[in-house]
């Protein structure tokens, strides 16, 4: 059944762009009021507008690096000033990066991980007490189908994800009980803005889903009777999924790098 999130507040991180702006949309549809995170303020702001016209929800922008010393404190910080109590977050902002890891440039990798996991794990451990406590919102951490195979040649990136999906479905069985829906979403190649960050379009495997598809299979897993602690978006991408864990990593290795090497 269509959870209402009417009356909740829901933190949407990466919500600039591709999969981010789609939960935005998604939940101000459903009634959510939104803090809006990513570092691009003009976007964020004409989101915040568009769905507060077309929902009568209140939606604040934060403009915020989330990789940088101190900017979960500075959501917190926002937070409270505001009044406001966290019912939902979605954890969505991340980058990949693709090359040999001894070429990487070293600050980008530690900017990777301090993003796609260090900001994920530090918002989920901030405001899990009140998402609890409420128990009518949902925690969505994005990992990716990177999550099921070690990635040569993005290797940190494959890396971060596989921690998101391992810690969230540990999170997701430790809050079974509060009522607070937590998956994980792991979608394949999605048509946003993520590949023009990796820097090469030949990093992709499979069809491009598009946002509206991905966001929605994360929306009916939450919205199912029993939330999976876990949702692949696609069917391709499901049965990749269920390959590459079956599969020798002796075969599934050299196979994601021939696919990778571009
Ligand atoms: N697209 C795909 O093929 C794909 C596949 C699997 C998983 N994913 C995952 O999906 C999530 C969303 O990515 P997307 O596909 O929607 O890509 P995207 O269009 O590039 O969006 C990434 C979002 O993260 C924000 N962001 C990046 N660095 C940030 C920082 N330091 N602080 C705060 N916000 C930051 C960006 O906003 P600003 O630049 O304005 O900060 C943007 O809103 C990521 O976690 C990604 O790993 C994507």
Redesign the pocket.
Known sequence: MARNHAGTTAIV?????????EFARTLAARGANLVL????AD?LTALADELAAAHGVDAHPLA????APGAVEAVTTFVRERGLSIDSLVN?????MHGELAEADAARID?QVR??VGALVSLTRAFLPEMTASGRGILVN?????AFQPLPYMAV?GAT?VFVLSFTEAVAYETRESGLRVTTLC????R??????VGTQEA?VGDYQT?EEVVATAIRALDARRTPSSVVSGGRNSAAAVLARIMPRSIVIPMTARLMAN
């Open positions: 991180t990466g919500a600039s762009s591709g999969l981010g702006a995170i990513a570092r691009r976007r915020l690096d989330l990789a969505n902002a991340g980058f990949g900017e993003l796609n994005v990992a990716s189908t990177a990136y994800k979608p394949g190649a999605t946003t803005e993520f590949f023009d960050v992709r946002p």
